[in-house]
């Protein structure tokens, strides 16, 4: 994953969902993509195992204005939030479990 430091995402820019008291993984998908499924699964595994942080996922065709924002040119892409919303890593393809966890260290330090 490389470092990307230069947006910050909020809630209501989301739509009023609620971003991780500690760390968000935010998700961009499309509804035919396979690795979007996978990648559901990694971020939902690794949720599970951090307090404190949330997965969020978009469906990119139905958040366009979102979607260009962020220069989200492909699904699926994961955008890693720190606590107050500042990107601090993002990838795009279907992330290994472990890559997305060492990101989350950068987000979480």
Do not use: N, W, Y
Not at 81 to 94: P, T, W
């Amino acid at each position: 994953m490389e470092a990307f430091v230069t947006q910050r995402v909020s809630a209501e820019l989301l739509g009023g969902r609620d971003l991780g008291e500690r760390a968000t993984l935010l998700q961009f998908s499309s509804a035919f993509c396979r690795p979007c499924h996978a990648t559901r699964r990694v971020l939902a595994d690794v949720t599970a195992m951090v307090p404190g942080v949330a997965h969020i996922e978009i469906d990119a065709e139905e958040h366009l204005s979102l979607v260009r924002a962020l220069a989200i040119e492909a699904t699926p892409t994961v955008l890693v939030l720190d606590g107050g919303g500042r990107v601090v890593k993002r990838a795009a393809g279907q992330p290994r479990k472990a890559d997305v966890i060492a990101a989350l260290g950068a987000a979480l330090a």
